[in-house]
T-cell receptor, first 117, second 117 residues
Framework: NAGVTQTPKFQVLKTGQSMTLQCAQD?????MYWYRQDPGMGLRLIYY???????DKGEVPNGYNVSRLNKREFSLRLESAAPSQTSVYFC????????????????FGEGSRLTVL | AQTVTQSQPEMSVQEAETVTLSCTYD???????LFWYKQPPSRQMILVIR??????QNATENRFSVNFQKAAKSFSLKISDSQLGDAAMYFC??????????????FGQGTRLTINP
């Protein structure tokens, strides 16, 4: 099973360039998330989508936009990249809280390492 | 807002010995979930163990167990009979006991565990 798939795995950008990180899950989950991981700071939530058609800001949304394209796909866009956005980005998915089958677990992709020069 | 603190940036242990990773959290809620995730060099985040706050019994998964002290807001992970494959970054995470909606996790800063052969 593929689980959560992110593309690209690595990307180098120049300051001011734009790019989109793609994420797709094949587990029929309702909720999807974008986190960023920085040394000494753990994972911080950028945006999330509780269900298809909804998106909400997380802890660190500035400089990012998201699109929940359909139930499977959730993309993260950097409109004008800055060196402060150099990080490893993780997409994750889960069942909705309250679902009978919900375990509370998030399922993660393998991460995308982004460097902004 | 809830916070999660891992005060040990790095830990090391001899192979076959036991190691305990610390985690404390701050919340005013009475019901919630706690998790330990493992991140090996491959970057893939893997769920190690989960604890529901309303359960008094400490969770156990093979060589992994937790010491959950609700009053002290402490959630430590004990790894017994450490193996080389246990070398990874370990993250403690908190989730509110939501009735509905996305399952947003709040992560600690992480502890890098090294296994010495």
């Amino acid at each position: 099973n593929a689980g959560v798939t992110q593309t690209p795995k690595f990307q180098v950008l120049k300051t001011g360039q734009s790019m989109t990180l793609q994420c797709a899950q094949d587990m029929n989950h309702n909720s999807m998330y974008w986190y960023r991981q920085d040394p000494g700071m753990g994972l911080r939530l950028i945006y999330y989508s509780a269900s298809e058609g909804t998106t909400d800001k997380g802890e660190v949304p500035n400089g990012y936009n998201v699109s929940r394209l359909n139930k499977r796909e959730f993309s993260l866009r950097l409109e004008s990249a800055a060196p402060s956005q150099t990080s490893v980005y993780f997409c994750a998915s889960s069942e909705l809280a309250g679902d009978l089958i919900s375990t509370g677990e998030l399922f993660f992709g393998e991460g995308s390492r982004l460097t902004v020069l | 807002a809830q916070t999660v603190t891992q005060s040990q940036p790095e830990m090391s242990v001899q192979e076959a010995e036991t190691v305990t990773l610390s985690c404390t959290y701050d919340t005013s809620e009475s019901d919630y979930y706690l998790f330990w995730y493992k991140q090996p060099p491959s970057r893939q985040m893997i769920l190690v163990i989960r604890q529901e706050a309303y359960k008094q019994q400490n969770a156990t998964e093979n060589r992994f167990s937790v010491n959950f002290q609700k009053a002290a807001k402490s959630f430590s992970l004990k790894i017994s009979d450490s193996q080389l494959g246990d070398a990874a970054m370990y993250f403690c995470a908190y989730r509110t006991s939501l009735i509905q909606g996305a399952q947003k996790l709040v992560f600690g800063q992480g502890t890098r565990l090294t296994i010495n052969p």
